[in-house]
């Protein structure tokens, strides 16, 4: 996939906004799936629904790509997925370190969607001495003694942090000055970036929080209703039935077929 030059994704010079930037990798998964099942076009409301977005929000993210499809037709999958990618700045060979090789810097290693999508892992690189030259997904630990050597010798401009988070920060600072200007954030901390740096933070733990958020508030939903469901009426307050006055001057004047109907029934 290499083209042979530097290519930056021109999302920032086109006008890209932030959010729509957000969610091309999220058309991207989807029409990938379609593509490998041979599917040749797709509608805007299919593909918002793989995708899991509103039809209309996909329709003006395509505008700012300059897809509109056709009438009746709808997208050409293949070409979508070439103008994404491009536009995403997948059409080359990104070349990522991944510093922390724990058990999440080696799960992320062995991680098989990397080089389908335009990365590949340069090296990895961990603190431990007792790691360094063990294989991991097919690649040697480096020390991070080498870390600025290997940045440089490889282009890399993108690094993966999987540290402990006391080590972020220092880690991170290294990464900036070897020239890496993207980072993927593990580390359960925020970092600290000059201008012109760019840090996705991804944080397991509150994305878990959040979750059980919305699990508390759906069992409270439950119970409550399950509550009102099992409520009996109150014992001084008899039913009201279609046919029964709300009150005795309600009833004053109501004729029934003999005649007045007495506000209270006799015994």
């Not at 409301?45 to 009438?71: I, P």
């Not at 536009?87 to 799960?107: F, K, M, R």
């Not at 480096?142 to 220092?170: K, M």
Request: glycine fraction near 10%; proline fraction near 7%; aromatic fraction near 4%.
């Amino acid at each position: 996939m290499a083209t042979g030059r530097t290519h930056r994704p021109a999302t920032r010079s086109r006008g890209i906004p932030e959010a729509t930037v957000a969610r091309l990798p999220l058309y991207l998964r989807a029409l990938t799936a379609l593509s490998e099942r041979s599917v040749p076009t797709v509608s805007s409301e299919e593909l918002a629904t793989a995708a899991g977005v509103n039809s209309a929000k996909l329709r003006k993210d395509f505008s700012y790509l300059g897809s509109y499809g056709t009438r009746g037709v709808g997208y050409d999958v293949e070409y979508l997925v070439y103008q994404i990618s491009r536009e995403l700045g997948l059409t080359q060979d990104w070349p990522v370190v991944i510093v922390g090789i724990g058990n999440l810097g080696a799960a992320l290693a062995n991680y098989g969607g990397f080089a389908s999508r335009g990365f590949r892992v340069a090296a990895l690189i961990d603190a431990d001495p007792a790691m360094a030259g063990r294989p991991v997904a097919g690649l040697p630990v480096r020390h991070t003694d080498e870390l600025e050597a290997i940045i440089s010798d490889n282009g890399v401009s993108i690094g993966v942090i999987a540290t402990p988070a006391g080590a972020a920060q220092q880690v991170c600072d290294r990464l900036v000055a070897a020239g890496v200007t993207s980072i993927l954030n593990f580390a359960p901390t925020v970092l600290s970036v000059p201008d012109g740096v760019d840090v996705r933070k991804v944080d397991l733990s509150i994305e878990l929080q959040i979750l059980a958020f919305h699990e508390q508030r759906k069992a409270g939903e439950e119970s409550a209703a399950a509550a009102a469901a099992t409520a009996s009426p109150r014992p001084d307050i008899a039913p009201r039935t279609g046919t029964q006055p709300r009150t005795a001057a309600a009833a004053a004047g109501r004729k029934g077929p003999d005649g007045d109907v007495p506000a209270v029934m006799p015994a």
